[in-house]
């Protein structure tokens, strides 16, 4: 009996010893403050619960999030957003899909509303270069030709450039080397390049998807915590079942931290100062 007796009271112990730290760890998380670097909660898979999805993430510690636009519609949109919640920031662009899909008319249509309200975002973009989906010298080029339009708005009104560089991330890197604030959103190039990128100074976004992608944990491990955001680029690339959201950029912190061999608390830290510092937010 008293050997049944210490086995049950040993049990307890380790029980109550995995609830201490597992509160703690909820503790923790609380705490924190991060910032959702790149997301479109204007998209339409947010129509019928926006505001409680942006109440849920605000509530969960998400104190700060950057809101992307793509095109005239979504540009329009991410400025209300930014109107209606202080916490909300917008960056305008132009998405290359966009320019690749729809043209030069519309492209032009674009520009001229990056110009017209550059001064009320906080970054250019998203905007860059496609190449996962167009594959011919010609396409490409065009993509090159706008994207080039882009980089000389960033610069003219001195905008941090938010970059969509999908298997193109070295020709961005070429044609964007010389700007001063760069970012690299949901950057899943090379390892090799991701050091240049870091090396002229500019900053590399981790996205969600880091927590299922062996790739993404190499590229975090790899990426100096001064120069690292992390981002949902909800809806998409969700780390749980079903639509991504701005809560879940949470969930990037512990993937990282394990990567990085350090804790929570300096992830969330870090990316919190380098997001506010390249955005001046």
Do not use: W
Not at 152 to 163: D, G, P, R
Not at 211 to 221: L, N, P, T, V
Not at 260 to 274: L, M, P, Q, S, V
Request: hydrophobic share 40%.
């Amino acid at each position: 009996m008293l050997y049944i007796y210490n086995v049950i009271s040993i049990a307890l112990t380790s029980i109550e010893a995995l609830v201490t730290a597992i509160n703690m760890l909820f503790n923790i998380r609380s705490m924190l403050k991060v910032i959702d670097s790149h997301c479109h909660l204007d998209f339409p898979k947010f129509n019928r619960d926006r505001d409680k999805t942006i109440e849920r993430a605000h509530n969960a510690g998400v104190v700060k999030m950057v809101n992307s636009g793509i095109d005239l519609k979504t540009n329009q949109a991410t400025l209300a957003l930014a109107n209606e919640y202080d916490f909300i920031y917008p960056t305008i662009g132009l998405s290359p899909l966009i320019v690749s899909h729809y043209g030069n008319e519309v492209a032009n249509s674009i520009l001229l509303q990056l110009e017209l309200h550059a001064e009320q975002a906080v970054g250019i973009g998203e905007a860059g270069l496609d190449y996962h989906y167009y594959k011919e010298d010609k396409e490409r080029e065009h993509q090159k030709q706008y994207f080039r339009k882009v980089i000389e708005i960033a610069e003219k009104y001195e905008k941090t450039l938010v970059i969509h560089g999908r298997e193109a991330e070295e020709d961005c890197f070429e044609m964007v080397k010389d700007l001063d604030k760069v970012v690299f959103h949901c950057y899943g190039g090379s390892i090799e390049t991701a050091a240049r990128i870091n090396d002229a100074g500019y900053y590399i976004s981790i996205p969600t998807i880091v927590c299922f992608s062996e790739h993404h944990k190499k590229i975090a491990e790899n990426v100096p915590l001064n120069k690292m955001l992390i981002e949902t680029d909800s809806p998409y690339l969700s780390p749980r079942k079903g639509r991504n959201e701005p809560a879940f950029v949470l969930d990037n912190l512990s993937v990282i931290a394990e990567a990085k061999g350090t804790d929570i608390e300096t992830i969330a830290n870090a990316t919190f100062r380098n997001t506010k510092k390249i955005f001046g937010i």
